[in-house]
T-cell receptor, first 114, second 116 residues
């Protein structure tokens, strides 16, 4: 157990629908990162939050949004889903600040869009 | 341009032998970090080893070592005494700079298969 909790583990939904993926970071970590892993795109960075504030944005579609709450858990909202959004979505956390900044990953949420 | 390049889509190694997984990187930032992660078939991402750009010595963690050649911009992972449980996808990743936006950029991965 990495200490990063992601729910749900698996999700099957239809095109056009909206889903929310949830992440609880490791105790003490202030930074949360979201990554998308698909066969054709590999591991793509989506967005990062640090202590409730957005810090960096990657290849995140406008249909996707995220936030980090005061208790530091984070949610990734995916709307108007398309077949191509099927992927494994990872949340990772780190302490932030100086140093190596090793990212600890959760087990992932596997999204299937039919 | 690719920031992280892993040129070996697949590798095979005999159990108990050593194997080297290649990784080259591209950055103009003098401060950066290099990471290796392992992803078994179960899907989770497991951190293996880290090398900072200013570290003088190559990083080692148990059977894992990182062959860091700064001038060549390479950060190859060496796994000694391979075990069947080492069969997995291996990703090289880089963090650039010292800012608080410290996400990792990943390579495309190398699928390692350890043969009995």
């Amino acid at each position: 157990d990495s200490g990063v909790t992601q729910t749900p583990k698996h999700l099957i939904t239809a095109t056009g629908q909206r889903v929310t993926l949830r992440c609880s970071p490791r105790s003490g970590d202030l930074s949360v990162y979201w990554y998308q892993q698909s066969l054709d795109q590999g591991l793509q960075f989506l967005i990062q939050y640090y202590n409730g504030e957005e810090r960096a944005k990657g290849n995140i579609l406008e249909r996707f949004s995220a936030q980090q709450f005061p208790d530091l858990h984070s949610e990734l909202n995916l709307s108007s889903l398309e077949l191509g959004d099927s992927a494994l979505y990872f949340c990772a956390s780190s302490a932030g600040g100086a140093g190596a900044n090793v990212l600890t990953f959760g087990a992932g949420s596997r999204l299937t869009v039919l | 341009a690719q920031k992280i390049t892993q040129t070996q889509p697949g590798m095979f190694v005999q159990e108990k032998e050593a194997v080297t997984l290649d990784c080259t990187y591209d950055t103009s930032d003098p401060s950066y970090g290099l990471f290796w992660y392992k992803q078994p078939s179960s899907g989770e991402m497991i951190f293996l080893i880290y090398q900072g750009s200013y570290d003088q010595q190559n990083a080692t963690e148990g059977r894992y070592s990182l062959n860091f050649q700064k001038a060549r911009k390479s950060a190859n992972l060496v796994i000694s005494a391979s075990q069947l449980g080492d069969s997995a996808m291996y990703f090289c990743a880089m963090r650039e700079g010292e800012s608080s936006a410290r996400q990792l950029t990943f390579g495309s991965g190398t699928q390692l298969t350890v043969l009995p």
